[in-house]
């Protein structure tokens, strides 16, 4: 970053911001790039503009990523989640000047960062006791044991709100995480520097490649294919205008896509988002076992 | 021409080159109208395989049930070009076959290794032939080719090459045992002096299975042989080609060595069992412009 230069004047050397896919992080297949500015204007980073073929590999990665990340225990996930807030917490600084640099007010910057780890160790406690809780013995009049669990639904496209873009993507990846669903997240175009940032700490905590994959690029570009894909399972999204929410909602009847969309107040709230995101993203299974009478 | 002039016309293939020129082929940019023929040219040049020891009846009539019927809801689409079994399903892949088309292709003289007496082999053969495979997939013994015996080799081939009768020979030569560039091309050489229909690279088995360099060796060496005598010979790459792009760049490779005339089912055929699924996924991306799953083609 910027601040990184000192009187003597050293050369910073600055980073490039690439995509995360499948545990890599590869540019766009399409070469193409857009750019990140500074609240004044100056230029901070050019960014890749993700294309509709980055978005076909990471569904592919994703689905291979899905069987392993769901059968894993809800206890073994909810490590990984707090392994994710441990590995922000030691890149604090960095995580808030990139947000500060586009416009955020550092002392805001800072208190976005800290909630956004809060978000983390919140849902890895919930990991393990969402499934117990949510779980039922249901009634029956035959010889039955009859019970119903939730499972995970599988790919989830997560489109975060521009603003706040680090929150608003961790408030709405950490529940999908932690239901055992994968994610494919087009993050915020205005402040993406701290998301793309926030790839290379998954990639540093035990997340098993393709089950978290970031894109940057342009919503009016990239949503049509989120919400057509016919592998995606579910979208989760905050703050789509009412073009984008009506769009999305009609596109995912193609395949009977679940779209859950938060008001961006959700988002923001210091207070956690409680247990509901994690349920959104489930669906029931109910098993009739044989029992002698 | 006698095995040792064919054999010193084996030319020293330089491996490197092998590699750049495959590069090129990877290059090629074929889109929209272009795309949705090669797809369907493809699907059209699969030999549908079902090799395994779990093989049951009901398996293979699943796999030919699916070589008829591609998918229900695409107009115009091609039929596979055959069901590649073992010896024992064939009887069962012709009656669920019988005359629509799809042909039946058999393994024989010992799949996967070769290991075997002559006799034993070419008795398996003619069993197969017996049983209605109109194909025949010989491998050749590897063992004895790498120990320098091309007359044993060149033997078996003509043998089992007149236990076929009528029906079509591919002879795979399991290039992932043959080391070298240089070996695949005698092997070819060899197999097309010796009368076979196609040349194949590999059961499936062995890994490496078909790569587009050893692809192209052989190509070339079929090239070379239809230059020199005009006798046209068939090509089967199978083992590892999965997904349509992969299966874009050998007819790329095909088209850009030997030309329109072997693209065709005749003569070039894909030895897969999942490239089916992923051809149909393009082909229904192509025709709705929305990225598909595999949760709405079959299993296998």
Not at chain 1, 130 to 137: G, P, T
Not at chain 1, 166 to 188: D, E, Q
Not at chain 2, 8 to 31: H, L, M, Q, W
Request: net charge positive.
């Amino acid at each position: 970053m910027m601040s990184r230069n000192s009187p003597d004047k050293r050369l910073s050397v600055a980073k490039t911001y690439k995509l995360y896919i499948g545990g890599k992080f590869p540019r766009t297949e399409s070469g193409r790039t857009f750019e990140a500015r500074s609240h004044s204007g100056d230029l901070l980073a050019n960014l890749c503009r993700a294309s509709r073929k980055d978005l076909r590999e990471a569904v592919v990665v994703a689905r291979k990523a899905f069987p392993g990340w769901a059968k894993r225990s809800g206890y073994n996930r909810g490590q990984i989640l707090y392994r994710i807030a441990e590995m922000m917490e030691g890149r604090i600084d960095q995580l808030a000047n990139e947000i500060s640099s586009q416009g955020v007010p550092p002392k805001k910057a800072l208190k976005e960062v800290e909630t956004s780890i809060e978000r983390f160790v919140y849902y890895a406690g919930w990991a393990d006791k969402y499934a117990q809780i949510h779980s039922s013995v249901n009634p029956v009049s035959t010889a039955h044991l009859n019970f119903s669990v939730p499972e995970p639904m599988g790919i989830v496209g997560i489109i975060p709100p521009n603003e706040p873009s680090l929150l608003g993507l961790a408030t709405l990846l950490a529940p999908a995480l932690a239901g055992g669903n994968v994610a494919i997240s087009l993050v915020s175009e205005t402040r993406p520097l701290a998301p793309a940032t926030f790839a290379e700490i998954l990639h540093s905590s035990d997340v098993p490649a393709g089950v978290v994959n970031i894109l940057t690029g342009f919503r009016k570009e990239l949503l049509p294919d989120f919400s057509t894909h016919m592998d995606v399972n579910a979208i989760l999204a905050a703050d789509l205008s009412t073009k984008e929410r009506k769009l999305t909602e009609e596109n995912s009847a193609l395949n009977l896509k679940r779209v859950i969309h938060l008001p961006s107040k959700a988002i923001s709230a210091t207070d956690n988002p409680g247990l509901s995101p994690i349920l959104s993203l489930q669906e029931t299974k109910t098993t009739w076992h044989p029992i002698g009478t | 021409m006698s095995l040792s002039a064919t054999l010193a016309n084996s030319p020293p293939i330089d491996s490197v080159g092998v590699a750049e020129r495959v590069a090129r082929f990877c290059t090629r940019s074929i889109k929209k109208s272009s795309k949705m023929e090669a797809l369907k040219l493809a699907l059209s040049m699969i030999d549908l395989t079902t090799l395994e020891g779990k093989d049951t009846e009901d398996k293979v009539r699943r796999l030919c049930y699916k070589a008829r019927h591609l998918h229900v809801d695409l107009p115009d689409l091609p039929t596979v070009a055959a069901v590649c079994v073992y010896p024992t399903m064939v009887k069962v892949a012709r009656e669920e076959l019988n005359d629509c088309g799809v042909k039946v292709a058999a393994v024989a003289t010992s799949f996967p290794s070769g290991q075997d007496d002559l006799s034993l082999r070419i008795r398996q053969t003619k069993g197969a032939v017996r049983h209605g495979a109109q194909e025949i997939d010989m491998v050749i013994s590897r063992g004895r080719f790498l120990a320098g015996d091309y007359q044993y080799v060149t033997d078996e081939i003509v043998a089992v090459k007149e236990a076929c009768g009528e029906a079509h020979l591919k002879v795979i030569l399991e290039t992932g045992e043959l080391y070298t560039l240089e070996n695949v091309r005698k092997a070819s050489d060899i197999a097309i002096h010796a009368g076979a229909d196609f040349i194949k690279t590999s059961t499936g088995k062995v890994q490496p299975a078909a790569t587009m360099e050893v692809t192209l060796v052989m190509l070339e060496a079929i090239r070379d042989h239809f230059q020199e005598t005009g006798k046209i010979v068939g090509m089967k790459p199978a083992g590892g080609i999965s997904n349509s792009k992969i299966a874009i760049r050998y007819l790329v490779m095909l088209r850009e060595t030997l030309g329109n005339r072997w693209l065709t089912p005749k003569l070039f055929r894909f030895g897969a069992s999942s490239l089916a699924n992923d051809l149909l996924m393009q082909i229904v991306k192509q025709s709705s412009g929305v990225y598909q799953s595999s949760n709405y083609f079959s299993i296998d």
